[in-house]
Structures are given as C-alpha cells and as structure tokens.
C-alpha cells in the first residue's frame, strides 16, 4: 500500500498527488514511469513520474481525469492509499551537455517534461523551455519549469496568458534567434506530430516522449507498439523516448483513437454509478 502525502489541483480536471514510494523515489531518472492500481479491482495504468523527493521518499505524479482510473486517483485525498505502484520503469532520459536545448510541453506533457528540464540544466545547458495550453487555467508547473530553465515562454491558444498562438510559433521565435542544439517534445501526440516538423526543418535533433499510448506497460500486451525508423518498437520497454523525427506519429495518432469508445462508454457508466 503507497499512502497519498499530499494532493493539488492545477486546474478541474488535473490533479497533482505526491505518494509514498521511497525506493522508487531513491532509484528513479528522469524518463522513468510507474504502473499503478487504484484498488484490488481496478486496471493497471502507466504514468511518468513527474519528480521525487528522496528525503521524504516520496513520488510525484500528475493526473488529468479523463477515464474512469484518472477520476478515482483524482478522488483520492492525502491519507487514501493506492493498492499497487510497481516503478521505476522505461529507459531512462539520456541526459548529457550538448549547448542549448529547446524543452517542449503541451498540456499535462509538462509533468513528465520537468524532470528532463531539471536533469539537463544540472548537467550544464542552457535550457529554453515552452510550454503550452490551451488558456491559461490548463497552464501547469510554471514555477516548477521556471526554477531550472534559463527563460521560459507561455502559449496559449486563445492569448488568455503569455503569448497568443500555438507552440510551434514560440519554438521558431527561438529557433530564428538563436543556435538551438536539441530540443525535448512531449504533450499530445498531434502537438509532437508538428512540433517535431519544425525542428525537423531546421536539422535539430529532437527527442518526443510516446507516452500517452502506453497501455500495459510491461510489453506484453503490444498496444503501445509504434513504427520508429521503418521497425516495430514498444513504448514501454523500448521507450518512452525516441528520436521525434523518425517516429511514424499519422499511425500512431490513428492507434490512438482505437479505443475511444470503449473509454467513453466505461466513463459514462461510471459517471452514472456516482449519481
């Protein structure tokens, strides 16, 4: 049993828990996941693990309510315990000092975008992060991102907070003033899909984290299998990170609609169960 220490709101639907799990704590990198199970009952679900505190061997994960899992965890209040957390898990972030690196995050890709912005300015770089919402309400871990970032810029679609406009603008505002050397992407599969166009066009080296199709987590279940270069990888085990430029994001986007009505249909039922 993992006690839940703390618990934040970002905003209505995302949820910050930092939970007890002191040898995960200890032994996790940036680029590392977890799979949990809310109780006895409940479906296995991967989430990256968005920092940790050795001292206080705890974990941090963020969650957006979206299914029937993400509701129960964003449910659970600080003393609640999570059945099962099995982690560190993935291939750790390959973190070394290459110059200046461009930090990409959508949405709640910020989360597991942090550790990799902290390890990289630890290990010497200049590190210009961006991240992006759609309005200023879906904006997370701004403070967090500022504490090890050279300079942040905020997007947002509709102007509510920073500047108006999509992420991809923000990244060629950097890109044309300055020698960019790699950049880092996560967020919504699309989001990555021409984020990573951009930095296609201007040769420089991009990673994206494939996070968002992992299912299972452990390989055996093969939903998270994506075409990288031409061959056949596993999120899970191969990943969660690849070379942004070689990844086949039109399949994955297509895989990922693959189960969206039996989400709904799950979420609905349990909506109406809560009545």
């Given at each position: 049993?993992?006690?839940v220490v703390s618990?934040?709101?970002?905003s209505?639907?995302?949820?910050?828990?930092e939970?007890?799990a002191?040898r995960i704590?200890k032994?996790?990198r940036?680029?590392h996941f977890?799979?949990l199970?809310?109780d006895e009952k409940?479906?296995r679900?991967?989430?990256?693990?968005?920092?940790s505190?050795?001292?206080k061997?705890?974990?941090t994960?963020?969650?957006q309510?979206?299914?029937?899992?993400?509701?129960k965890?964003?449910e659970l209040?600080?003393?609640?315990v999570?059945?099962?957390l099995?982690?560190?898990l993935?291939q750790a972030?390959e973190?070394?000092k290459?110059?200046?690196?461009?930090?990409c995050g959508?949405?709640?890709?910020?989360?597991?975008?942090?550790?990799?912005?902290?390890?990289?300015k630890?290990?010497?770089n200049?590190?210009?992060s961006?991240i992006?919402?759609?309005?200023?309400?879906?904006?997370i871990?701004?403070d967090?991102i500022r504490?090890?970032?050279?300079?942040?810029?905020?997007?947002?679609?509709?102007?509510?907070?920073?500047?108006k406009?999509l992420?991809?603008?923000g990244?060629?505002?950097?890109?044309y003033?300055?020698k960019?050397?790699e950049a880092?992407?996560?967020?919504p599969?699309?989001m990555m899909?021409?984020?990573?166009e951009?930095?296609?066009?201007?040769?420089i080296?991009?990673?994206?984290s494939?996070?968002?199709?992992m299912?299972?987590?452990?390989?055996?279940?093969g939903?998270?299998?994506v075409?990288v270069d031409?061959?056949?990888?596993?999120?899970?085990v191969?990943?969660?990170?690849?070379?942004?430029?070689?990844?086949d994001f039109?399949?994955?986007?297509m895989?990922?609609g693959?189960?969206?009505d039996?989400?709904?249909?799950?979420n609905?039922?349990y909506?109406n169960?809560?009545?």
């Amino acid at each position: 049993m993992n006690k839940v220490v703390s618990k934040e709101f970002f905003s209505e639907n995302v949820v910050r828990l930092e939970i007890e799990a002191p040898r995960i704590a200890k032994a996790r990198r940036a680029g590392h996941f977890v799979i949990l199970r809310v109780d006895e009952k409940g479906e296995r679900i991967p989430l990256t693990i968005a920092g940790s505190d050795v001292a206080k061997g705890t974990i941090t994960l963020v969650i957006q309510r979206v299914g029937v899992t993400s509701r129960k965890l964003a449910e659970l209040e600080p003393g609640d315990v999570i059945a099962d957390l099995v982690g560190p898990l993935g291939q750790a972030t390959e973190v070394k000092k290459v110059g200046t690196i461009l930090a990409c995050g959508g949405g709640v890709g910020v989360a597991p975008l942090l550790p990799i912005v902290e390890a990289s300015k630890k290990a010497g770089n200049r590190v210009i992060s961006i991240i992006a919402a759609r309005s200023k309400d879906l904006i997370i871990l701004e403070d967090q991102i500022r504490e090890y970032s050279d300079e942040v810029i905020v997007m947002t679609d509709d102007g509510s907070y920073g500047e108006k406009g999509l992420i991809t603008e923000g990244m060629e505002k950097v890109i044309y003033r300055e020698k960019v050397d790699e950049a880092v992407i996560i967020g919504p599969a699309i989001m990555m899909k021409f984020a990573s166009e951009v930095t296609r066009k201007y040769e420089i080296p991009s990673i994206a984290s494939l996070n968002t199709i992992m299912v299972d987590g452990t390989g055996m279940c093969g939903a998270c299998r994506v075409t990288v270069d031409g061959k056949t990888k596993f999120v899970c085990v191969d990943g969660p990170e690849f070379d942004a430029h070689k990844v086949d994001f039109d399949e994955m986007l297509m895989r990922l609609g693959g189960y969206k009505d039996f989400e709904k249909d799950a979420n609905e039922r349990y909506l109406n169960n809560q009545k």
